[in-house]
């Protein structure tokens, strides 16, 4: 509950806001009724006048204002339902890597998990260095950024995702972007719909992107859908469940799902009807389901992580004290939970990297917290060290092992020996690093002949 404003400027937390004093009894109805609202998803479907900017974007195609880079056969595209219904187009194959600034600062070993999941699958890919942070996390946590510099940084994201083949003599859109962080994908689908409604902020954004030489016959490019690595990992569930070493019925898992996954641009996000029946976005749960693992419900999974973005900058005990309180204590104490899983890179690190605090407060917390992905390659075979690097985490990771039937000990001597290794030289690699610099200082053009040699890295 608001105070009067007295002056002051309202920022959505901090010394304006007071405590509603609500009874027990009343704050009990006033969850009760929440909770009732969210099950039956009415909070995201009962909207008077919900569009699919798909619409849109197919008329300026043809109208020749924009181009749009297509999801062709060669992608091997998979169909999923978004929320409303609508088709959604999975690229699974040759695909360009959105990088996460947080995943690869964090948690390293999410990333890498994808990768040696996707080698495991056969799967063409282009993990290069040329691209940039989506910038989001400053426009969201500080209110520093603008539409027009989101915007300018999405599309010279994805032209360079387009036309990155090029340095394997490869033809433009031959590889398709996935995007790795949460953040990024809520962000990109809600400039995009900016772009595609505003003439104006494409006019402006234009002018930019001339200046840096990422137009395509002079127009801007536009994707056909953003796709998020979780949506991959969701549609190649079953295909990942086919490499499953480790019996995971004995896991007791929760999902924490992600805000800017399916609270952002919601209209986007997939559900499908044989899981949660339908209720809940389908990402994570579908893959911890296909390994065979209990996902156990919990009242609070609709809450936010605590990140919140300015929560974390200005009220980081909000942050620590409502992950704590309000996600994983609740995990712990309704699901008897064994993992909780995520697909973004903030909630996995707010989750994860809080409990340690809790200590302080007298408050016993101990949860593995884990991304989607890491988990399916864990349960695939994955190191948990070298590929997954659970050291990275602050909340162990053992007891899950154990539980898993993975010796942790002998793993982690294992490590110890590869970093001896790595210390003389010796080193072995997920991807061949020629193929990450594609221009620029560095670039050593690769032949077709050796394209195709390493083109399944």
Not at 19 to 31: G, K, M, V
Not at 369 to 382: E, I, K
Request: hydrophobic fraction near 35%.
């Amino acid at each position: 509950m608001s105070a009067p404003n007295c002056g002051e400027r309202l920022t959505g937390h901090g010394s304006e806001w007071r405590d509603a004093n609500l009874s027990p009894e009343d704050a009990r109805t006033a969850t009760n009724w929440v909770e009732q609202r969210i099950d039956k998803r009415s909070m995201l479907t009962n909207k008077d006048r919900v569009h699919d900017v798909r619409d849109v974007m197919w008329q300026l195609e043809k109208d020749g204002e924009i181009v749009v880079h297509r999801i062709r056969d060669e992608h091997e595209p998979i169909e999923a339902k978004t929320l409303y219904g609508w088709t959604k187009r999975i690229p699974t194959n040759q695909l360009w890597h959105h990088k996460s600034c947080g995943q690869c600062g964090n948690i390293p070993g999410y990333p890498a998990s994808l990768l040696w999941l996707m080698n495991k699958l056969d799967k063409r890919y282009l993990d290069e260095t040329d691209q940039t942070s989506c910038t989001a996390w400053n426009y969201h946590g500080s209110g520093i950024g603008n539409l027009e510099s989101l915007a300018a940084v999405f599309l010279r994201n994805f032209h360079q995702a387009y036309v990155s083949a090029k340095a394997e003599g490869l033809p433009e859109g031959y590889y398709y972007p996935l995007v790795h962080c949460g953040t990024s994908f809520g962000n990109y689908k809600e400039v995009r719909g900016y772009l595609l409604q505003s003439a104006e902020l494409r006019d402006r954004v234009k002018k930019i992107l001339g200046k840096l030489g990422r137009l395509v016959d002079g127009k801007l490019l536009i994707p056909e859908e953003i796709v998020h690595y979780s949506e991959w990992v969701h549609v190649m569930r079953h295909e990942i469940a086919k490499h499953q070493v480790i019996d995971c019925s004995n896991i007791r898992s929760t999902i924490h799902p992600a805000c800017h996954v399916y609270k952002m641009v919601p209209q986007d996000a997939i559900y499908d009807d044989s899981i949660l029946e339908g209720n809940r976005v389908a990402v994570s749960t579908g893959i911890m389901q296909a390994l065979g693992t209990n996902v156990i419900d919990y009242s609070t999974w609709y809450d936010c992580c605590g990140f919140g973005f300015r929560h974390i900058i200005s009220e980081r005990e909000f942050t620590r004290s409502f992950s704590i309180d309000r996600k994983i204590m609740i995990a712990q104490n309704e699901a008897h939970s064994d993992v909780m899983i995520g697909h973004d890179t903030g909630c996995i690190t707010t989750l994860d990297k809080s409990q340690w605090i809790g200590k302080s407060a007298g408050k016993d917390v101990d949860l593995p917290v884990l991304a989607d992905v890491q988990f399916a390659a864990l349960a695939c075979g994955a190191h948990p060290y070298k590929i997954v690097q659970s050291h990275w985490h602050a909340s162990s990771t053992e007891k899950l092992m154990e539980k898993m039937g993975i010796d942790w000990r002998a793993k982690k001597a294992e490590f110890e020996a590869y970093l001896e290794d790595v210390k003389l030289g010796k080193q072995d690699n997920l991807y061949d690093p020629r193929r990450m610099i594609t221009s620029g200082p560095g670039f050593n053009p690769l032949t077709k002949t050796t394209t195709l040699a390493i083109g399944r890295p």
